[in-house]
């Protein structure tokens, strides 16, 4: 073939070919933030430079692609069609170099590296962070940036590794591991049974000062299990709070009968401050799951996060002798 068809044959294929090689890694991992952060002064405070220095970043990264990658919009940034092309590629680079990583970071008990882990303020604060102390101890290098909120986070777009649910764990995309579990129980101290007695039957909470929950409904609707079956009565509470501490406060005080979660209940029983009322009527407890995206390949340091949580929820349920209770 003549030279100058040759050339003028390479530069048909010239939009997804050379000019892709002026991409550095550290392009795609920005634009992979942007998309994120959907704001441009929110990428340049994580990465502590000059807004200037991102939007400069951006559209060299745009006109070396030789595509409108995002539109400004008065709410934020949106991706194109192309941005979001773009964008499945940016992830898979970074999710593979995070392996490449790990692989070569050594083996488990040397781990480096961050976890991005999203879970309820109960879960959090009640069953994830007291196995963050001998998690620590075992990996060092192990960085967790814990984000806390009563909500489902969206996980690609926050950048987050596992999600900490209680009760159903399904969605798109997603898979799920469980590695745990908890109930809601009820729950007085020791001085207010003595005052006010032990309630025998459902019937009897009727007589009892209850305490709900003042920011979801749901949760003032008590379930049981009455000869296997299900049965709900709606409380008629005589305290009220927002809060779970505050809730088990109320407890501890001797106020009333509260409905906890187990992982906040159960210590408190163990310690013996706390009791647990009608045990015959439990309902069914809810599983605890690690959710992660499905569309990645998970690092080591993930995988051993996982672990470690679930050997210390075991643990855990073996030291209260409820390895076969729901």
Not at 223 to 246: C, G, K, N, R, Y
């Amino acid at each position: 073939m003549p030279k100058a068809k040759a050339l003028q044959h390479l530069d048909g294929f010239g939009r997804y070919d050379a000019p892709m090689k002026d991409l550095r890694f550290d392009d795609l991992m920005l634009f992979a933030q942007v998309a994120r952060l959907r704001n441009l002064s929110a990428v340049a405070r994580e990465r502590d430079v000059p807004v200037s220095q991102v939007s400069r970043a951006l559209s060299r990264i745009e006109s070396t692609v030789g595509a409108r990658l995002v539109h400004r919009t008065t709410h934020g940034l949106a991706l194109s069609d192309d941005g979001q092309r773009f964008l499945a590629h940016c992830q898979a680079a970074v999710q593979a170099f995070d392996q490449l990583s790990d692989d070569f970071a050594g083996s488990a008990d040397r781990l480096v590296g961050r976890v991005r882990v999203a879970a309820s303020p109960v879960i959090a604060q009640f069953w994830l962070l007291p196995s963050l102390q001998s998690l620590a101890l075992e990996h060092p290098g192990l960085r967790v940036d814990l984000r806390v909120e009563d909500r489902f986070v969206d996980m690609a777009r926050e950048g987050i590794d596992i999600a900490i649910r209680s009760g159903a764990a399904g969605g798109e995309n997603l898979i799920a591991r469980r590695i745990g579990g908890f109930g809601r129980r009820l729950y007085a101290s020791p001085t207010y049974l003595e005052r006010a007695g032990a309630p025998q039957a459902i019937e009897n909470l009727a007589d009892h000062r209850l305490i709900g929950n003042s920011a979801v409904a749901l949760l003032n609707r008590w379930p049981f299990l009455v000869d296997s079956q299900p049965v709900e009565i709606d409380i008629d509470a005589h305290w009220m709070s927002d809060s779970t501490s505050i809730t088990a406060e109320l407890a501890l005080q001797g106020l009333g009968i509260a409905r906890m979660a187990t992982i906040v209940g159960d210590p408190l029983v163990r310690a013996g401050r706390l009791v647990e009322v009608l045990t015959r009527h439990r309902p069914p407890a809810m599983p605890i799951h690690a959710v992660m995206p499905g569309n990645r390949m998970v690092p080591m340091r993930v995988r051993v996060l996982l672990d470690a949580l679930s050997a210390l929820s075991a643990g855990s349920r073996r030291a209260r002798g409820d390895t076969k209770r729901g």
